[in-house]
């Protein structure tokens, strides 16, 4: 019931997390994050919320309200910054909903969004378990001008062999092979493998928790092209 009233009383809050460019060390692009209002106004994290959205079928209202919000700001921002990007993520239930790309064009005219502006991303998971639901929807997001993006990549079974069926622009490395790289040599050796591979595909690689400089001199030494 919290999560409803959140969605219809604008109860959540956007955040935008920095995305670097390795190369220029420029941040021209945002993903953005949920958080939902408590009710002594505190910040609740996904964590506190998205597993019961999902469990009681909320998480396509939560993705339109995350969309339209996103968008609004974007448009603002755009107004006198055109250069930044938002990146989206929709869960595994908004794959199956094909509603939402009324919701994307909408928002797109409502707010005068370039499509190119913004990158939407599905999990790894997401897309393995329903592959030819997920191929179609890429593509039509692509097919619009968007971007495209796999998150979490690395944590799934048989990362590499699914890779090359997906249309996305970018491969988002997983945190949990980021963190320690800069200790860890195994981790070190299978970051450069999957941006190698990455990169032999075409595709602009991601690192996610990228949480001190010498992970980024790290990360920038092989190669990745943005940290997060």
């Not at 996103?70 to 055109?82: M, Q, S, V």
């Amino acid at each position: 019931a919290r999560i409803k009233n959140a969605v219809e009383s604008n109860d959540f809050a956007i955040a935008c997390q920095p995305i670097m460019d390795t190369r220029t060390r420029e941040i021209h692009n945002y993903e953005v994050l949920l958080r939902m209002r408590g009710d002594d106004g505190s910040l609740m994290l996904p964590a506190g919320f998205l597993p019961s959205a999902d469990r009681f079928g909320l998480t396509r209202s939560i993705d339109r309200w995350v969309i339209q919000n996103a968008f609004r700001i974007l448009g603002k921002t755009n107004a006198l910054e055109p250069d930044i990007h938002f990146a989206i993520n929709l869960s595994a239930k908004t794959l199956e909903e094909p509603t939402i790309f009324d919701v994307i064009t909408e928002s797109f005219d409502k707010y005068n969004i370039d499509p190119r502006s913004v990158t939407f991303e599905i999990t790894e998971n997401t897309a393995i378990a329903n592959l030819g639901t997920a191929v179609d929807f890429l593509n039509r997001l692509r097919a619009m001008g968007c971007k495209t993006a796999l998150d979490d990549f690395g944590v799934g079974y048989s990362s590499f062999a699914y890779l090359k069926d997906l249309p996305v622009d970018y491969v988002k490395i997983d945190g949990s092979f980021v963190r320690n790289l800069q200790t860890d040599v195994l981790h070190l050796t299978m970051v450069r493998s999957m941006n190698d591979i990455a990169h032999a595909m075409g595709l602009k690689t991601v690192a996610e928790y990228v949480e001190n400089q010498d992970c980024l001199d790290k990360l920038s030494e092989i190669g990745v092209d943005y940290v997060q």
